[in-house]
């Protein structure tokens, strides 16, 4: 089915309070705030859905939330494809978050979520964002042709990339700083303008098995 807005200002679809909803084929567009959110321990599916021109991000996740998404689109938002934050957590898996006027994905306030395979790219800040001691695992997932960087972590945040491809970026692969840490695992980084990978004020990555290559 298709959702046009809101109503009422609110999400298109909000999961709260241990309600665990599944989502089919759906496409959730131009809603007045974020197109799903799930939040206050809520759980549920979304599969083959698409999520565009939301004018908060595409999904919101948020207070013990914990979906499962896969094989979904988060595209043409006038903030983040994905803001995750207030130890939100989530499962993402081959789903794309594209052509949104913030960060492809944000994180946030110790959230926690795990993307596999997933697309992030072509949005008009960074690829990925994490702050606020924000962890998050990427495993094989693509950032790439974004404005500014593939990722960018800071303010103690720890994520961990493994088996990442990150090009394309116009400002640079990784950049590490403000007391970040995080792990780079098997990760191959290429094309980028400046540097593949950027560490500075104190931050502490780890880096291992990583190509750094025409960049």
Same mark, same amino acid.
């Given at each position: 089915?298709?959702?046009?807005? &809101?109503? %009422?200002?609110?999400?298109?679809?909000?999961?709260?309070?241990?309600?665990?909803?599944?989502? %089919?084929? &759906?496409?959730?567009?131009?809603?007045?705030?974020?197109?799903?959110? !799930?939040?206050?321990?809520?759980? @549920?599916? #979304?599969?083959?859905?698409?999520? /565009?021109?939301?004018?908060?991000?595409?999904?919101?996740?948020?207070? @013990?939330?914990?979906?499962?998404?896969? %094989?979904?689109?988060?595209?043409?938002?006038?903030?983040?494809?994905?803001?995750?934050?207030?130890?939100?957590?989530?499962? !993402?898996?081959?789903?794309?978050?594209?052509?949104?006027?913030? &960060?492809? #994905?944000?994180?946030?306030?110790?959230?926690?979520?795990?993307?596999?395979? &997933?697309?992030?790219?072509?949005?008009?800040?960074?690829? #990925?964002?994490?702050?606020?001691?924000?962890?998050?695992?990427?495993?094989?997932?693509?950032? /790439?042709?974004?404005? %500014?960087?593939?990722?960018?972590?800071? *303010?103690?945040?720890?994520?961990?990339?493994?088996?990442?491809?990150?090009?394309?970026?116009?400002? @640079?692969?990784?950049?590490?700083?403000?007391?970040?840490?995080?792990?780079?695992? *098997?990760?191959?980084?290429?094309?980028?303008?400046?540097?593949?990978?950027?560490?500075?004020? @104190?931050?502490?990555?780890?880096?291992?098995?990583?190509?750094?290559?025409?960049?």
């Amino acid at each position: 089915g298709d959702w046009d807005g &809101c109503g %009422r200002g609110l999400a298109g679809i909000e999961a709260r309070e241990a309600a665990n909803p599944t989502l %089919r084929r &759906c496409k959730v567009r131009a809603g007045k705030q974020c197109g799903i959110m !799930f939040g206050d321990d809520g759980k @549920g599916t #979304v599969e083959d859905c698409e999520f /565009s021109g939301n004018a908060l991000a595409g999904i919101e996740v948020k207070k @013990g939330g914990e979906p499962t998404v896969k %094989r979904s689109r988060f595209t043409g938002g006038a903030a983040s494809g994905a803001y995750i934050h207030d130890h939100g957590k989530g499962h !993402f898996e081959d789903c794309e978050f594209s052509g949104n006027a913030t &960060c492809g #994905v944000s994180l946030k306030g110790f959230s926690d979520p795990v993307f596999r395979r &997933c697309a992030i790219k072509d949005n008009s800040q960074s690829g #990925v964002a994490c702050h606020e001691g924000a962890l998050g695992t990427f495993e094989k997932c693509e950032m /790439s042709g974004n404005e %500014r960087l593939g990722m960018t972590s800071y *303010d103690g945040s720890n994520p961990s990339l493994k088996g990442c491809k990150v090009f394309g970026n116009k400002q @640079g692969g990784l950049w590490a700083y403000d007391k970040a840490r995080g792990t780079y695992e *098997d990760c191959d980084l290429y094309g980028n303008d400046k540097s593949a990978i950027n560490i500075s004020k @104190g931050a502490h990555p780890l880096v291992r098995r990583c190509t750094l290559r025409d960049g």
